[in-house]
């Protein structure tokens, strides 16, 4: 038996590395927990589509695994540039099959609450898959509305605030 395929008999996902795009904090924080406890290399979670495509850069990653919606945003044109570049996709939504857009439907899709047993297994089986172009002319990462807290000059985006969040709780870890 190969080492691949004992890998993938045995759920193990050490030094798989994935890239987490989630928007709810606490969901976002399992999931990292749970795939570093098991040996992956996490990148994220990333909040939003930009955050992700600033910490993937031009990594080698073995998957991702994202969230459809992410602060009103969806994350489309983050699956372009991951399908251009051959990286496998698991959809952790609470979005039903027909609301994510047909030409994303191939991609396997896990409903929250997820099993984080399963998605281990996923993990486990992502392989490369063969580089495929842009569906979408459109900008890469064209950026949605921000929304401000609070006013004036010292107002902070949704972003911002969410990053600043993601990095207090970093701090914690230490």
């Known amino acids: 038996m190969t080492q691949t395929a004992a890998r993938s008999e045995?759920?193990?996902?050490?030094?798989?590395?994935?890239l987490?795009?989630?928007?709810?904090?606490?969901?976002?924080?399992?999931?990292?927990?749970?795939?570093?406890?098991?040996?992956?290399?996490?990148?994220?979670p990333a909040p939003t589509v930009h955050y992700a495509n600033l910490i993937m850069g031009k990594r080698k990653l073995d998957g991702a695994i994202l969230d459809i919606k992410l602060f009103?945003?969806?994350?489309?044109?983050?699956v372009d540039v991951l399908m251009a570049r051959g990286v496998p996709i698991v959809f952790a939504t609470a979005?039903?099959?027909?609301?994510?857009?047909?030409?994303?439907?191939?991609f396997d899709v896990m409903t929250k609450p997820l099993d984080y047993t399963?998605?281990?297994?996923?993990?486990?089986?992502?392989?490369?898959?063969?580089p495929t172009k842009q569906v979408v002319d459109a900008p890469a990462f064209p950026h949605a509305a921000p929304v401000a807290y609070g006013t004036g000059t010292?107002?902070?985006?949704d972003r911002?605030?969410?990053?600043?969040?993601?990095?207090?709780a970093m701090r914690l870890r230490k």
Do not use: S
């Open 10 to 18: 045995t759920n193990d996902i050490t030094g798989k590395c994935v």
């Open 20 to 44: 987490v795009v989630e928007d709810d904090y606490v969901l976002a924080r399992e999931v990292c927990n749970d795939l570093r406890r098991h040996g992956a290399n996490v990148l994220g």
């Open 72 to 78: 009103g945003e969806e994350v489309y044109e983050l």
């Open 95 to 106: 979005y039903q099959p027909d609301q994510i857009d047909a030409r994303y439907r191939r």
């Open 118 to 130: 399963t998605l281990r297994r996923k993990v486990a089986n992502f392989r490369p898959q063969p």
């Open 154 to 157: 010292g107002a902070i985006t």
């Open 160 to 168: 911002e605030r969410w990053a600043r969040m993601m990095l207090a």
